[in-house]
């Protein structure tokens, strides 16, 4: 069964699809670590996330075959076991390959779609509309959560248009970028239709805000252990503002050096291979290298997401988890 608005809460947390060693060389046919698959997903759940997405952008949806695609979901569902609820990426460069995707992985037992939009020309907001509206009709058994990359999508989705969104019944959250008067904004325009999630270290501001509507997050960071979230969690919902206030104080520190001169743009150029090494850094999942052609990237962006790896490591020892990186077996 599909969730709705109303189950979405807590910590949806992204995963990488770790790769062996030689992903980086175009002669690897098979680069899926499945045995590292089926570890993290079951190490994230026992952690205490309350959903896990996969293959949005440093999942590497992009630069995975369809095989390894179809085969990695498949691996996630089944280390799932009907635990957490998985929400796989979908989004390709047209409706109706995404479709077939989504009914591929429908299949397999998701519970649901990561689903940004189609990138090669910008869609204005019909396109935007009739995209979702085309996707969600095709499978209604699937909840959508709409992926809203401003930079990858060309532009970010319009309050006006997440109101349209919000009146299509499988479309249910949407993964936000930022925290500020557009996000409340669109929150405000949904009406309590979609969960509306900013990213864990902006979730106890919008939670500030809007206390009965911003009710969960993502978390990329969730990757490099989810402690520090499940605790946030715990703070917001147990009204311990001074506490969730440090946690996100101690998340905001830990993505300083994460940005490449504080530019998202800057970083959305070098997306992948900064989530990786920050993931590889911390320790907690083995992510192993990005594919290419997204694996190089400037000696000094990359040691500063190997610095906020370190910074996420430590928080995930100070909320209750192991400091020692797991190895590959």
Avoid at 2 to 16: C, F, Q, W
Avoid at 82 to 108: C, H, M, S
């Amino acid at each position: 069964m599909r969730e709705t608005v109303h189950d979405i809460k807590g910590i949806y947390a992204i995963m990488p699809t770790p790769a062996l060693p030689g992903a980086d060389q175009i002669t690897t046919e098979d680069t899926v670590d499945y045995e590292e698959t089926v570890r993290a997903v079951h190490k994230m759940i026992e952690d205490g996330v309350d959903a896990i997405m996969t293959t949005g952008t440093f999942g590497e949806a992009a630069t995975l075959t369809w095989e390894e695609h179809l085969n990695f979901v498949t691996i996630v569902v089944e280390a799932a076991k009907g635990r957490v609820p998985i929400y796989a990426g979908a989004t390709t460069l047209n409706t109706r390959d995404t479709i077939v995707r989504a009914k591929a992985f429908q299949e397999k037992g998701v519970s649901g779609l990561l689903l940004g939009r189609p990138m090669w020309c910008e869609c204005d907001d019909e396109t935007i509309v009739s995209f979702y509206r085309d996707v969600a009709e095709a499978i209604p058994d699937l909840g959508i959560i709409v992926y809203d990359n401003p930079v990858a999508f060309k532009g970010k989705i319009s309050s006006a248009v997440y109101a349209r969104l919000a009146e299509i019944p499988t479309i249910i959250a949407a993964k936000c970028t930022s925290i500020g008067p557009e996000f409340l904004a669109d929150v405000e325009a949904v009406k309590g239709n979609m969960r509306m999630l900013p990213m864990e270290r902006d979730w106890y501001e919008g939670w500030k805000a809007m206390p009965d509507e911003v009710l969960a997050c993502w978390s990329g960071a969730a990757s490099c252990g989810p402690q520090a979230a499940v605790e946030l969690k715990r703070s917001i919902f147990n009204g311990e503002e001074e506490k969730a206030q440090e946690i996100t104080e101690g998340m905001q520190h830990a993505s300083r050096t994460f940005f490449p001169n504080g530019d998202f743009k800057l970083f959305a150029k070098y997306n992948i291979q900064l989530e990786k090494i920050r993931i590889n850094e911390a320790g907690y999942i083995n992510a192993g290298p990005s594919r290419p052609p997204y694996t190089k990237v400037p000696d000094e962006y990359a040691e500063g997401a190997r610095e906020a790896g370190r910074r996420l490591a430590q928080l995930r020892k100070k909320y209750g988890g192991q400091l020692t990186p797991n190895k590959r077996k």
